[in-house]
């Protein structure tokens, strides 16, 4: 069945350092979205990025950086310079073609970041 | 561009009671999704409508139920109100669903976040 694990339930850090969110997931579709939301308190999802499963060329936005690696199911994300700004909770999140549906978003349990000045 | 907006924001029910939230999406965009959010079972999805038809359905039972008006707007209902039917409930939109738009991105609404007594 199709599954997304974000081992990390929390993560604390220190302004300026880097800190990488683990996400793996498990499906049998050939062809599938992953992507990264995050949860400011405010409670509204706010979209980071869409990665399609035929497309493994790591992604840089900013402080941002994506990595995905089909060979061993993961698609992290990393921050660089994190800052006080980056508080939330982050959610990874996958969407099958075939097995059930693009427009069905499963996600992971989400990694609640606090980054401390 | 005036974001998701969904109403109520706050609601207050007793068990066995029913319930209506209301969701209209950014201008122009058909697809309407919905997600229930709880601290135990995470980020789980509802249904999604597009064009006024029903495209997919998560796995809850059938008291939970929605539709999507000629204008977009969507509303969901739950009807004999549980305990475990408190949550917050997501609306996100999109233009025509996360793998047709460029970037894949679903706009998320702040939800309603249901307590049921």
């Known amino acids: 069945a199709q599954k997304v694990t974000q081992a990390q339930t929390e993560i604390s850090v220190v302004e300026k350092e880097d800190v990488t969110l683990d996400c793996v997931y498990e499906t049998r579709d050939t062809t599938y979205y992953l992507f990264w939301y995050k949860q400011p308190p405010s409670g509204e999802l706010v979209f980071l990025i869409r990665r399609n499963s035929f497309d493994e060329q790591n992604e840089i936005s900013g402080r941002y950086s994506w990595n995905f690696q089909k060979s061993t199911s993961s698609f992290n994300f990393t921050i660089t310079a994190s800052q006080v700004v980056d508080s939330a909770v982050y959610f990874c999140a996958l969407s099958e073609a075939f097995l059930s549906g693009y427009n069905k978003l499963i996600f992971g349990a989400g990694t609640r970041l606090a980054v401390h000045p | 561009k005036a974001g998701v907006t969904q109403t109520p924001r706050y609601l207050i029910k007793t068990r066995g009671q029913q319930v209506t939230l209301s969701c209209s999406p950014i201008?122009?965009?058909?697809?309407v999704s919905w997600y229930q959010q709880t601290p135990g079972q995470g980020l789980q999805f509802l249904f999604e409508y597009f064009s006024e038809t029903q495209r997919n359905k998560g796995n809850f039972p059938g008291r939970f139920s929605g539709r999507q008006f000629s204008n977009s707007r969507s509303e969901m209902n739950v009807s004999t109100l549980e305990l475990g039917d408190s949550a917050l409930y997501l609306c996100a939109s999109s233009e025509s669903g996360v793998a047709s738009s460029p970037t894949g991105e679903l706009f998320f609404g702040e939800g309603s976040r249901l307590t049921v007594l």
């Open positions: 201008s122009g965009h058909r697809s």
